[in-house]
């Protein structure tokens, strides 16, 4: 899946194909201006002031309290990108905003909307990063309780869409009963795999400032003391040993080096029962840069800026679980999020 320049009628392709189409203004300009339109509509609440009914520029302007001239200039905009439709003068919801971005819906992306504004602020590190070669480290670049409450929301939109389809696919050994989620924030992951798995319990380990704004998310799941945060660092905690039945750490590696993985591994692999299982889940990209892909290729220097690393290709993961003593399985693929992928090892 990849954004670029598509014509909208037949001279448009036409140009298009014979190359005389400039299109860095379509990737820079209009790439920035689709986003933060879009970021903008659901910051202010546009999407959810249409969620019952079609509006008008002034109805619209009166529920989100800005001014009427410049919302129906915004209104105007996001039908011209296909997130509104407009009919005498009323807007109303396209199918694409429905389903992602209002609040409360099994696929809303709306928390992750808000939270772009912050990864939107990191990009501004790239220049530095690139001269220094020093990154952000995003866990101690965000300095508010706030900042701490939009990112734990943001990761946990994205996770809730992903979760069914990670507690179907995710192995799981039979009669298995504790599960560690390290950095599992909301914990959506380990709340689906126990509603899956009705002899499995959950231990989140995450930082403070994570379990802090997390815990209520977790609360609404009504989950009790089946999945329970514990408030830690898993490069410091001690892990236990042959303790746990399934290790399972989302989005989290690409925080840490190649060094700081591998000794992750190998304190992992001490702590799985036999018959265990080590699941490690990341945005992955092909080790030929020209196969990774837009997304691959992209997310990898936003990474890299954002973090101590970047993103791993998957024989890099599985090694790291080969040599901790652990089995690779071969990787598994998601359907509901192109790009994310789950590397799983055994212990033997
Ligand atoms: C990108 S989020 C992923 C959250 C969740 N696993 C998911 O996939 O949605 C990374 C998480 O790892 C946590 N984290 C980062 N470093 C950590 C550490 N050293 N120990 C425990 N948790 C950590 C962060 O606080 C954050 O909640």
């Given at each position: 899946m990849k954004l670029g320049a598509i014509p909208e009628n037949l001279i448009e392709r036409i140009l298009l194909a014979s190359g005389v189409v400039p299109t860095p203004l379509i990737d820079t300009l209009i790439a920035m201006l689709l986003a933060r339109t879009v970021m903008v509509g659901t910051k202010l609440g546009v999407f959810q002031a249409l969620a019952l009914t079609a509006l008008t520029a002034d109805e619209v302007a009166s529920h989100c309290l800005t001014h009427p001239e410049t919302t129906q200039k915004l209104l105007n905009a996001l039908v011209g990108v296909g997130y509104l439709r407009v009919d005498n003068n009323r807007y109303l919801l396209a199918p694409v905003a429905r389903k992602?971005?209002?609040?409360?819906?099994?696929?809303?992306?709306h928390e992750n909307m808000i939270f772009r504004f912050l990864e939107w602020a990191a990009t501004e590190h790239y220049e530095d990063f690139l001269r220094s070669g020093k990154p952000l480290d995003i866990h101690k670049a965000l300095l508010s309780n706030e900042q701490w409450r939009l990112y734990q929301r943001g990761m946990g939109s994205i996770a809730k869409t992903l979760a069914s389809e990670v507690a179907q696919r995710t192995l799981v050994p039979q009669n298995a009963r504790d599960m560690l989620d390290i950095g599992?924030?909301?914990?959506y992951y380990s709340v689906a795999l126990c509603r899956r798995h009705p002899k499995l319990r959950a231990v989140i380990l995450d930082l403070p400032e994570a379990v802090e704004q997390a815990a209520p998310l977790l609360a609404q799941e009504g989950m009790g003391e089946r999945v329970i945060h514990r408030v830690g660092n898993t490069l410091t905690d001690?892990?236990?040993?042959?303790?746990?039945d399934l290790i399972f750490i989302a989005?989290?590696?690409?925080?840490?080096d190649n060094a700081t993985n591998r000794e992750l591994a190998r304190r992992v692999a001490r702590a799985l029962r036999v018959g265990g299982v080590f699941v490690i889940q990341e945005v992955t990209q092909d080790r030929v840069p020209k196969k990774a892909g837009q997304f691959g290729a992209l997310m990898n220097l936003f990474f890299s800026v954002t973090s101590q690393a970047g993103t791993w290709l998957l024989e890099e993961i599985a090694d790291w679980q080969r040599q901790a003593g652990l089995v690779p399985l071969k990787p598994i693929q998601f359907r509901s999020m192109p790009g994310v992928w789950q590397q799983t090892a055994v212990k033997r």
């Open positions: 992602y971005l209002l609040q409360n819906r099994p696929q809303s992306l599992g924030s909301h914990g001690d892990l236990g040993t042959e303790a746990w989005q989290v590696v690409h925080h840490f």
